[in-house]
Nanobody
């Protein structure tokens, strides 16, 4: 059974930084790409960042490019999202997800290409 557990969310002032983490278990972490998505009440879940199984490719939403960095440590079964220069509009529940395809070539931004999801961690940015 695959489990993804996020941590590291919290309250931060605009302009500040936060790092959220996601620990995976239940299948070979290093074989699967990972993604971060976020959601606010009444809106659809939106793509934030993704990384391939090897870490060789990354992909970012335009709204976070240059501010957020996704990375992974396959030895620790963990994917990270470093968030800098945070804005109030970054406030959301952040979810990590595991790609359904083993050794996928692309760092997918498509929510339907992910089959396992964490429970989410709240990030709140105050103005």
């Amino acid at each position: 059974q695959v489990q993804l557990v996020e941590s590291g969310g919290g309250l931060v002032q605009a302009g500040g930084s936060l790092r959220v983490s996601c620990v995976a278990s239940g299948r070979t972490f290093s074989d699967y790409g990972m993604g971060w998505f976020r959601q606010t009440p009444g809106k659809e879940r939106e793509f934030v960042a993704a990384i391939t199984w090897s870490g060789g490719r990354t992909n970012y939403a335009e709204s976070v490019k240059g501010r957020f960095t996704i990375s992974r440590d396959n030895a620790k079964n963990t994917v990270y999202l470093q968030m800098n220069s945070l804005k109030p509009e970054d406030t959301a529940v952040y979810y990590c997800a595991s790609n359904r395809k083993r050794w996928a070539v692309e760092a997918s931004l498509n929510v339907y290409e992910y089959d396992y999801w964490g429970q989410g961690t709240q990030v709140t940015v105050s103005s």
